[in-house]
């Protein structure tokens, strides 16, 4: 995957593994035009993670073929380099490699199994804050080499959710687990989210302004599958749990959905063949409504991981993003994240601007029928009023009583 870094010059740092297995990295200005290309490393990396401090640092972990653990500083366009671990490839396996900043910590993640039972992995979890660090084993988990995932998020308390697939009985199920900050501990009983008579495959984990969970993943196997949606809340009318909600129906997902939230609006994004989709809610996840669709090149379609150093709105949260990239970057279906040049541009309906002008007009078609309602009544109230006034002349053209009497006669 993709690091995107946006530092507080809204500035865009794309790292990406070059042909050649080495980490490169395109530095674009707040208007996504290409600044400069640049390398990182000579060495052949295997996997690697990217983040942004609230400093504007950014740190960069990358595990290369030496079984090396490099951790990489860039400060005031300087980078520093050192070597935090150094991994066993002749007794273990690695994978899942993940990083984020927060709060003045630093967290790293990755699993781990031994060549001996490669199917027995563990979740390593180390935080830190440059004066201590801890390691904590997370959990275990069945998987084939190549076939399990994991996905994070943090809430504003600083509860650390995880969600991860893990082999049971021949099939890959969902689970939750999360580690809370106050006791330094990680639960030991996770929770599972998928229907264990199915296959379930790619988790996704997103946590919104609101500190609601949202679990995404798919029911089946990458070439027949069914998109599945369950969320946890916040503050819920029953029992603390999650639950499985009702969405549209999305088949055959090609890549693990994703969500994003922008301006107090989710929407869930999703990939099939040959084209990209979305499925939005007003409501924070209690319902669902399919938006449109984009026809894209499967091959030049990139998921990245963001992280960002700047101002933003409370309610704006995007963890991950689908782009493609050339001499400009192009997101699909997130508006924050576009130049302004492919905002403006209405015409390309390969931007977010389209996904909010069909929001829009949304809006405008419900005034419309507000104002025709409004004015059916002003119409009906009217009539309402010449018919009465009507009736009072035709009263006072007959009869020419006390003006008590006109009110009578009027009243009966």
């Known amino acids: 995957m993709d690091n995107i870094i946006i530092n507080s010059k809204k500035e865009l740092i794309l790292f990406y593994l070059s042909s050649l297995n080495n980490i490169q990295y395109t530095i674009y200005d707040f208007n996504h035009i290409l600044l400069s290309n ?25 595990l290369i073929e030496t079984g090396e653990l490099n951790y990489y500083i860039l400060n005031d366009q300087h980078w520093t380099k050192s070597v935090i671990a150094k991994f066993n490839f002749k007794s273990n396996i690695y994978n899942n490699l993940y990083l984020f900043a927060k709060n003045n910590n630093i967290n790293l993640f990755y699993s781990y199994a031994n060549l001996i039972n490669d ?44 969600i991860y697939s893990s082999n ?23 929770y599972r989210l998928s229907d264990i ?40 009318k029953g029992n603390y749990s999650w639950k499985q909600i009702n969405i549209p129906l999305v088949f055959n997902c090609t890549q693990v959905p994703i969500m994003i939230e922008e301006n ?8 099939t063949k040959d084209n990209i989709s979305f ?38 949260n995007i963890n991950n993003a689908y782009f493609s990239n050339g001499d400009n970057l192009n997101f699909y279906f997130v508006d924050t994240l576009q130049s302004l040049k492919n905002y ?20 405008e078609k419900i005034d419309v029928e507000e104002i025709k309602t409004r004015l059916n009544e002003i119409h009906s109230s009217q009539e309402a009023i010449e018919k009465n006034i009507e009736k009072i002349l035709d009263i006072l053209s007959k009869n020419k009583p006390s003006l008590l009497n006109k009110f009578r006669l009027f009243n009966k």
């Not at 390309?348 to 909010?356: D, E, L």
């Open 279 to 316: 499925l939005y809610s007003m409501d924070y996840g209690k319902s669902w409504i399919k938006g449109n669709s984009v026809d894209v090149n499967g091959r030049k379609l990139k998921l990245a991981k963001i992280s960002k150093n700047i101002t933003s709105s409370k309610n704006n």
């Open 344 to 363: 403006s541009n209405s015409s390309n309906c390969t931007n977010g601007s389209m996904t909010q002008q069909k929001f829009n007009n949304q809006n």
């Open 38 to 62: 640049q390398s990182l490393c000579e060495d052949k990396v295997l996997n690697f993670t990217a983040t942004i401090d609230n400093d504007d640092v950014i740190h960069i972990v990358l």
């Open 168 to 190: 049971n009985n021949n099939r890959y199920q969902i689970y939750h687990t999360f580690y809370n900050s106050f006791t330094e501990r990680w639960n030991q009983y996770p």
């Open 264 to 271: 107090g609006k989710l929407k869930i994004i999703y990939t």
């Open 119 to 162: 199917k027995l992995w563990t979740i390593q979890h180390i935080i830190g804050n440059f004066n201590s660090w801890k390691k904590f084993n997370v959990i275990n988990y069945i998987a084939n080499k190549k076939d399990h995932f994991l996905h994070l998020d943090q809430d504003s308390f600083g509860t650390i959710h995880l």
């Open 197 to 236: 008579n199915f296959n379930n495959i790619l988790p996704y984990l997103f946590i919104d302004s609101k500190d609601n969970l949202h679990g995404l993943w798919l029911e089946g196997n990458i070439d027949k599958n069914i998109l599945k949606y369950a969320q946890f809340p916040f503050k819920p």
